[in-house]
């Protein structure tokens, strides 16, 4: 069974901060990886998909890598935002989503 | 419509009730997934429509929870007799086969059981 690690669990961080958020998985047979933002209350939004002939995905000021032989993604954030609080997840895909427990972010103003 | 829709958003019901949650993904997206999350715990898969294929049900906790889907199209995910630790958010998916991915979220059904 896939397993997903996110680190941290938590982060708190001042306006204007560049971020980086990880995540591990166990199993590198993936079809591709998806980034998710979810709000308190809400449901969940992609953010970035890369797929597994992929390295990365650009978008604003997202951009997500992927090592898929080393089964690793990261999340890097730039010049964060208090908007960007949020937990965000990332999810493997072998023929389901398999979902970290999530880093939450909290960025102050 | 536009995105995926799931009813009721809320939902209060008593132990021992059943209850049922509804999805309607987007049109034409031939994959749908229920994952339910729990308070405090991370997003688990329950259930899987891929167009006329069986589904896979290998995340559905007990017999107590089942899942249609009817014409391809709209889902219902039925919870029996529900007991106190069902309370958790329940979120529907979909995406269209080729993509893989991409997939689209509702915002859920917040199931609680008192």
Redesign the interface.
């Known amino acids: 069974k896939q397993e997903v690690t996110q680190i941290p669990a938590a982060l708190s961080v001042p306006e204007g901060e560049n971020l980086v958020l990880n995540c591990s998985f166990t199993d590198s047979a993936i079809y591709n990886l998806q980034w998710f933002r979810q709000d308190p209350g809400k449901g969940l939004t992609s953010l970035l998909l890369i797929q597994s002939s992929q390295r990365e995905q650009t978008s604003g000021r997202l951009n997500a890598s992927l090592d898929k032989s080393s089964g690793r993604s990261t999340l890097y954030i730039a010049a964060s935002q208090p908007g960007d609080s949020a937990t965000y997840l990332c999810a493997p895909l072998i023929n389901k989503f398999y979902f970290g427990s999530g880093t939450k972010l909290n960025v102050k103003p | 419509g536009a995105g995926?829709s799931?009813s009721p958003s809320n939902k209060v019901t008593e132990k021992g009730k059943d209850v049922e949650l509804r999805c309607d993904p987007i049109s034409g997206h031939t994959a749908l997934?229920w994952?339910r999350q729990s308070l405090g715990?991370?997003?688990?898969?329950l259930i899987?429509f891929q167009g006329n294929s069986a589904p896979?049900k290998s995340?559905l906790p007990s017999d107590r929870f089942s899942a249609e889907r009817t014409g391809g199209s709209v889902s219902t995910l039925t919870i029996q007799r529900t007991q106190q630790e069902d309370s958790a958010v329940y979120?529907c998916?979909s995406s269209l086969e080729r993509d893989?991915?991409?997939?689209?979220?509702?915002?859920?059904t917040?199931l609680t059981v008192v």
């Open positions: 995926v799931q997934y994952y715990q991370g997003l688990e898969f899987y896979d995340g979120l998916a893989r991915g991409l997939h689209t979220f509702g915002s859920g917040r």
